[in-house]
DNA sequence: TGGTATAGTATACAAAAGGAAACTATAGGG
DNA sequence: CCCTATAGTTTCCTTTTGTATACTATACCA
């Protein structure tokens, strides 16, 4: 296992909002700029364009573009993107765990201070 | 498939330093903090102090101070923290897959350029 | 002539992250 | 009395990210 591989994965994936755009990209099997741009609340065009063009700067988005006006283009993961998921299944799975262990040891905390209050009372 | 819970993930082993001071953990059962700083180039004490704390409000890591002066603290990586060593794994290996990846497009990117150039001329 | 739609750019600003360097505490050694 | 060592904290500054808002092109429609 590598410290630089996994720089690599990490730089592919990681920022605000990249990783975000990956799950529409998932369901649907082509998007429109402006369709993502919905399924995403919060994301300013700056940022989708940004995040998109690097997504593509890593070949893991395709664009396709449409010589028509109004503009069309249509983005969508492309084959080396679906690569990642089986990454993006395992994070999620690992995600949920964490979050499940996080909210026991907070649990726990909780009452250990309850006990300290008795204690000291 | 979560975005929620990959975002959870992510968050855990994001930034500039984090992931980087996890593999010297990896590799000794503990550590202290000095023995990290020189493991990790570049890394300031205000960095590796901040990111050891996130390791650990994320229970990842262990911190164990000694009452001694000069003082001493041993970082572990937890039990919890070892449950990342799969998905460390799998993202070195696809991190190496995507490197190769982005090796041979431009590779092929370069050819097609000297293509077009013989073209032109 | 003016409004609509799409996929962006450009510009200005605000906030967050990161870096450099100085400062802290204190036991032991010279 | 000063120096060393360890594990930080504090302050100030720069760089990077992100936000908000306005602006672009151009075919079609009324």
């Given at each position: 296992m590598s410290e630089c591989q996994v720089n690599n994965a990490l730089e592919a994936i990681v920022g605000k909002w990249k990783h975000k755009l990956l799950f529409p990209l998932l369901n649907n099997e082509t998007m429109r700029f402006n369709e993502l741009k919905r399924e995403?609340?919060?994301?300013t065009q700056k940022m989708l364009t940004s995040q998109l063009r690097e997504l593509e700067d890593h070949d893991l988005v395709t664009r396709k573009v449409y010589a028509q006006i109004p503009p069309k283009v249509e983005y969508s993961l492309s084959e080396h993107g679906k690569s990642l998921i089986p990454i993006l299944d395992m994070m999620s799975e690992w995600g949920a765990a964490h979050a499940a262990h996080l909210a026991t040891r907070n649990e726990e905390q909780i009452k250990n201070t309850r006990k300290e209050g008795k204690e000291h009372a």
């Open positions: 995403i609340p919060g994301i």
